[in-house]
């Protein structure tokens, strides 16, 4: 399948266009780097799977560095095999885009779950403790993937955060998003002073612009971790270079001090994840994962992806699944859309038409038969063009009005016959084919002497002037 030129796509893509094999159904969310969409893939006999589609923004495809980084990252991404990781299938680049084609979740993320219990306080415990002990367990198993070589590959996330973690209907929780994150044993991209993410979820270290190391997600994941426990934000300022000092500082208002009721083991356990210094945290993700298991089991709380879709289904409301008969009806089939021909985008009659009442009133003329007659019937030569077309036709592509004339005027009155008519090619735009000839200007032949001048300038309710033979011709 072709790939959606670069030159009509300058913005979202439109339903029903495609990218590569993917054929797109609607955008779901747009961030500073990438869009997503929601897509669908097509194959022999019928086949079809719904993916998420990441695009990266046009203008970023101009940064030779960044897309190389896209793409290794996505090579990267694309190796990671996990029930708690939203898989990569496809990536690469077609007609000059970028782009990441992942398994689709169907469900929200877990910011759109804060958002929705914020009245409520947050979600149950039982929910925030599913979430944190599944993405903990994502984590674990990217920190300790290793290469082709044996060798660790060092990946760190850098960016986990509420809208990075979805959460399916069926109560699957899903880590997305390792755009950003870095192969730190085996390249040098990573730069001091390089800082990604968001402000509010990156360790100490990480604002700093400081070596990261798989502890910088166990702190990430410790923010989001109170966010969920608490219904609150963990690190709030009135500006960015505040919230750098916060984050720094590691300062934060203690669960206990939202809700005296709040578990202290719990609490103990978050304010570890959220050491200052990396040393003072869990050595992993999954020793978080330990003790978020322990504490559950010890204090009568469940772990349960039933809760957990449970939970969604009554805060966010289920949705269903995207399948051919729910989606447009664009996605009815899987062929490509059509532009119209040139005579249907232009509205002009048929080429051979227009050559065949030219040339029979350029015949008529020059033997003094039949060009009132024609002139009678309303300027079939003359159709409007579209609006397109306007933008490149020339002041003189009309062919001339010609004046009613006697049966026997005088050759010097006779116009010259009408010029060839073309199609014309209008700009580069999307509603009109590329395959339209190009316009070009008419061309006249040049009046013989002055008589011509002013037999042309002569309106149509002149009289005609008086045949004179050659005998009585001046000159």
Avoid at 134 to 147: K, M, P, Q, T
Avoid at 293 to 314: C, K, N, P, Q, T
Avoid at 423 to 438: H, L
Wanted: aromatic share 6%; charged share 20%.
């Amino acid at each position: 399948m072709q790939a959606v030129p670069r030159e009509s796509v300058p913005g979202p893509l439109a339903p029903g266009g495609r990218l590569g094999r993917y054929q797109i159904v609607r955008r779901i969310a747009v961030g500073g780097m990438a869009e997503l969409y929601l897509a669908r893939q097509t194959g022999d006999e019928g086949y079809e799977k719904m993916v998420a589609l990441k695009r990266v923004l046009p203008h970023l495809t101009e940064d030779v560095e960044f897309v190389r980084m896209f793409l290794n990252e996505a090579k990267l991404a694309a190796g990671l095999t996990h029930s708690n990781i939203a898989h990569v299938i496809d990536f690469g680049s077609e007609g000059g885009e970028q782009f990441m084609a992942m398994e689709y979740i169907h469900g929200c993320s877990v910011q759109q779950l804060l958002r929705s219990s914020a009245q409520q306080g947050g979600p149950p415990l039982d929910v925030a403790l599913t979430i944190v002990h599944e993405v903990a367990a994502a984590l674990h198993y990217a920190h300790d993937r290793a290469g082709p070589d044996g060798a660790p590959l060092g990946l760190v996330h850098r960016d986990v955060s509420p809208s990075n973690v979805l959460v399916s209907f069926d109560g699957d929780v899903k880590l997305v998003d390792f755009g950003i994150a870095k192969a730190t044993a085996h390249t040098r991209v990573t730069r001091s002073g390089a800082i990604k993410g968001k402000l509010a979820y990156m360790a100490p270290e990480q604002v700093r612009g400081e070596a990261l190391d798989r502890r910088a997600d166990v702190f990430a994941l410790a923010v989001v971790a109170y966010e969920l426990c608490t219904g609150r934000r963990c690190f709030t300022a009135p500006g960015e270079f505040a919230l750098i000092n916060r984050v720094a500082a590691g300062k934060y208002t203690r669960p206990s001090s939202h809700d005296p009721d709040f578990p202290p083991a719990l609490e103990s356990i978050i304010a570890r994840g959220l050491a200052v210094d990396a040393e003072d945290r869990f050595e992993t993700a999954r020793a978080m994962q330990m003790a978020i298991e322990g504490f559950a089991r010890d204090h009568g709380h469940r772990i349960s992806a039933l809760a957990l879709s449970e939970y969604v289904d009554a805060v966010v409301g289920r949705e269903p699944y995207p399948t051919a008969t729910t989606l447009p009806a664009f996605c009815a089939s899987s062929t490509e859309v059509t532009r119209p021909t040139p005579a249907a985008a232009s509205g002009r009659a048929p080429r051979t038409t227009l050559l065949l009442v030219g040339g029979a009133l350029a015949v008529g003329l020059s033997v003094g038969l039949g060009g009132p007659a024609l002139l009678d019937d309303p300027e079939p030569a003359t159709v409007s063009p579209p609006a397109e077309a306007v933008k490149v036709a020339q002041p003189d592509a009309k062919p001339p009005q010609i004046p009613l004339q006697s049966p026997t005027p005088t050759p010097a009155a006779v116009p010259d016959p009408p010029p060839e008519v073309r199609e014309p090619e209008p700009e580069v735009a999307e509603s009109v084919p590329a395959t339209a000839s190009k316009p070009k200007k008419s061309k006249r032949r040049k009046p013989r002497g002055k008589a011509v001048s002013k037999a042309n300038s002569t309106p149509a309710t002149a009289k005609p002037p008086e045949y004179l033979p050659p005998s009585r011709r001046g000159g």
